[in-house]
């Protein structure tokens, strides 16, 4: 997922609205508030930006609001085993290539300890 003009693109935006609906994703309950109803899964986030990366002075370089955002919507609709993946080949990146390959090993790593299957 993109990090563009330091958010999500509307794309996934209007994704994203259209099925967090109470019933689908979530309850409410007055007494409880939201209650997701996501349970037993796990997310990997694939988050990428060309100019902001955790070790970039911040706000001169952006800030994390990708991240931040769409684990607070994953945590909303239940999901809380959430990992994420940066391919953040900024522009004071001196090798992106190398960080592209380790994304890649990351992420096939993180694959091969998935369970076999989805209950």
């Known amino acids: 997922?993109?990090?563009?003009?330091?958010?999500?693109?509307?794309?996934?935006?209007?994704?994203?609205?259209?099925?967090?609906?109470?019933?689908?994703?979530?309850?409410?309950?007055?007494?409880?508030?939201?209650v997701g109803l996501l349970h037993d899964r796990?997310?990997?986030?694939?988050?990428?930006?060309?100019?902001?990366?955790?070790?970039?002075?911040?706000?001169?370089?952006?800030?994390?609001?990708h991240a931040s955002y769409l684990k607070a919507w994953l945590n909303q609709a239940g999901v809380s085993d959430i990992e994420d993946i940066r391919y953040q080949p900024t522009l004071r990146t001196a090798d992106p290539a190398a960080g592209f390959a380790a994304a890649i090993d990351e992420a096939r790593s993180l694959a091969n300890k998935a369970p076999e299957a989805i209950p």
């Open 42 to 65: 796990k997310v990997t986030l694939l988050l990428t930006s060309g100019v902001y990366a955790p070790p970039a002075p911040s706000p001169a370089f952006g800030v994390d609001q």
């Open 1 to 34: 997922m993109p990090l563009r003009n330091a958010n999500v693109p509307y794309k996934l935006k209007h994704y994203i609205d259209i099925i967090h609906q109470v019933g689908l994703l979530f309850a409410m309950s007055s007494a409880t508030g939201y």
